[in-house]
């Protein structure tokens, strides 16, 4: 049995209500480039990086670009995602997860991010849930995206703790995945059908306790 001493978090679908802004902004762009961008098609854009959702959104669309053309568009949906983001407030945590993050500082286990997006500072600091981060892995910090497992193995490293120690939870099938890889035992928040490869699927974290997250101490951690 491998103790639990570390927690690592997504960001947007697993503690904020971020999602719903990314989409908007994408749908925008996808409206001026001339092709619709659906909710569904939004699925595909969970966990990942914004060059990365941009590469996907242009080939919905059946677009090809250069690379400066890329980067003013990526440059252009961040600007009106900032924006949105800019008016978030503490109403915007979704259900359980602020009880979850003080009951894990409460027991002395680690809490740290482990997000793709480059404006998690600003949406923690509108939320006011700083101050409940041990360490803060963004995409400022990283370069590759989930399903590589570089972003959860430098949140592990820098609250101190092994992969086996650490506990990821996602909402996107990457990070599932990029949890695997790193060795990393992780519970989905969401769909089963979606999240299956997850040690645990919940569809909120409304009502999840540290009682239950140490019953996840009998799991292997993946190899």
């Known amino acids: 049995m491998t103790p639990i001493k570390a927690c690592l978090f997504d960001l947007d679908g697993v503690l904020v209500d971020t999602a719903k802004y990314h989409y908007i902004a994408w749908r925008q762009l996808a409206q001026e480039l001339g092709f619709t961008f659906t909710e569904e098609d939004n699925e595909r854009l969970k966990g990942v990086s914004r060059m990365a959702s941009l590469d996907i959104l242009l080939s919905i669309g059946?677009?090809?670009?250069?690379?400066?053309?890329?980067?003013?568009?990526?440059?252009?949906?961040?600007?009106?995602?900032?924006?949105?983001?800019?008016?978030?407030?503490?109403?915007?945590?979704?259900?359980?997860?602020?009880?979850?993050?003080?009951?894990?500082?409460?027991?002395?286990?680690?809490?740290?991010?482990?997000?793709?997006s480059k404006n998690a500072m600003s949406i923690l600091d509108h939320t006011g849930l700083t101050p409940y981060f041990d360490a803060i892995v963004d995409g400022n910090k990283t370069v590759s995206a989930k399903p590589?497992?570089?972003?959860?193995?430098?949140?592990?490293?820098?609250?101190?703790?092994?992969?086996?120690?650490?506990?990821?939870?996602?909402d996107a099938e990457a990070g599932i995945e990029a949890a695997r890889r790193a060795g990393m035992r992780s519970v989905g928040i969401g769909s089963a059908d979606q999240l299956g490869q997850a040690d645990l699927v919940l569809s909120s974290l409304?009502?999840?306790?540290?009682?239950?997250?140490k019953e996840l101490e009998h799991l292997p951690a993946p190899r």
């Open 206 to 213: 409304s009502g999840f306790s540290v009682k239950q997250l």
């Open 62 to 116: 059946g677009l090809e670009l250069t690379e400066e053309e890329k980067l003013r568009l990526a440059e252009s949906k961040n600007e009106r995602y900032v924006e949105y983001i800019s008016g978030m407030d503490a109403s915007e945590i979704l259900p359980g997860a602020l009880e979850l993050l003080q009951a894990l500082r409460s027991q002395g286990i680690k809490v740290a991010l482990g997000s793709a």
């Open 148 to 170: 590589d497992p570089e972003v959860f193995l430098l949140g592990a490293k820098e609250v101190g703790v092994l992969p086996e120690e650490a506990v990821v939870f996602e």
